[in-house]
């Protein structure tokens, strides 16, 4: 409260010019020497919070929850009231740490779960509020980057990798994920099946059935995906959860085929995209041709075959 205070003493004052913060900044060092976070870089923080919160009741109940180290960030990663109070209200009840909401920030939660446009059945097939809430767990896309993206990446790698980073995994997933196992065995019918990655959520009291895929979206993935989920609520559920959902992991996704293909499924799926990091080691980079060295080493080679011809 003090720091926002300052912040609309210090808008008021805009007619004073540029130099009055670096003034202000000098007075209060002269008058309380003792006195720390006063600088003028945390002055023009403040100014900025003072222009974004300018209702006090926003400032009580979302602001004033969060460190200001929370809130400069914010205002530093953030653009509009809308995207900050989301984050804010995120980290308030998620718990975040300063280092977490940065690494939520820097890959763009906000565009991927608050406001991505999703391709799921849920609203048609879970009861309110669950279907609300699943939707708002989704995300598009995903972003694993701690994998890296390399050629010929097969499933059971990215599976393996993301079992390997369960921390990095959790936290990319959400609130409430709790893992239980990858290839996860089922039985049905005398015949074996093995589920990729089998997730229980606590806030929406149900299992989550993931399944990844390296090629684009297609059809006949969500006809095995709801086969799952038909036997995991048949052999796993317990009479007080709620249905299991499922979330299929695609390479890349055709919105339309996507929405055809689930129209009709029985079971809740979402349909997402993944995102692989595309990180090169530094000490690899610098080894690695260039794409006009490629492109050097092509002509070469295509004049050296008409001269052979």
Request: aromatic fraction near 10%; charged fraction near 25%.
């Amino acid at each position: 409260m003090l720091f926002w205070n300052i912040g609309k003493t210090i808008i008021k004052n805009n007619k004073h010019g540029k130099a009055f913060v670096e003034n202000l900044a000098r007075d209060i060092r002269a008058e309380f020497p003792n006195v720390k976070g006063l600088s003028v870089r945390n002055l023009r923080y403040m100014r900025r919070f003072a222009e974004l919160i300018t209702d006090a009741s926003i400032l009580q109940t979302v602001s004033a929850e969060l460190s200001w180290s929370h809130n400069t960030l914010l205002l530093d990663k953030t653009k509009g009231l809308e995207a900050c109070l989301w984050y804010a209200e995120q980290t308030i009840k998620n718990g975040w740490s300063l280092s977490v909401l940065e690494h939520h920030l820097d890959t763009k939660l906000y565009e991927r779960q608050a406001i991505a446009d999703k391709t799921t059945n849920y609203a048609g097939l879970l009861p309110s509020p669950q279907s609300e809430l699943a939707q708002e767990t989704l995300k598009s896309p995903y972003v694993f980057d701690f994998i890296e993206k390399r050629a010929g990446i097969i499933e059971r790698e990215i599976e393996n990798e993301m079992v390997a980073s369960i921390a990095k995994t959790l936290l990319e997933q959400g609130r409430g994920f709790a893992f239980k196992g990858n290839q996860y065995h089922l039985e049905v019918g005398g015949k074996d099946y093995y589920i990729d990655l089998l997730f229980y959520n606590t806030d929406l009291r149900c299992h989550i059935v993931i399944e990844i895929k390296t090629v684009e979206f297609a059809p006949e993935h969500a006809g095995k995906l709801n086969f799952y989920l038909s036997a995991v609520d048949d052999l796993l559920k317990h009479p007080t959860d709620n249905p299991s959902i499922g979330i299929l992991l695609c390479k890349k996704k055709n919105k339309l085929i996507a929405e055809y293909a689930l129209k009709d499924m029985t079971k809740p799926i979402g349909v997402a995209e993944y995102k692989l990091s595309d990180f090169v080691p530094e000490e690899l980079s610098s080894t690695l041709p260039s794409i006009e060295d490629l492109e050097k080493r092509v002509k070469m080679q295509l004049d050296i075959n008409d001269d052979g011809d």
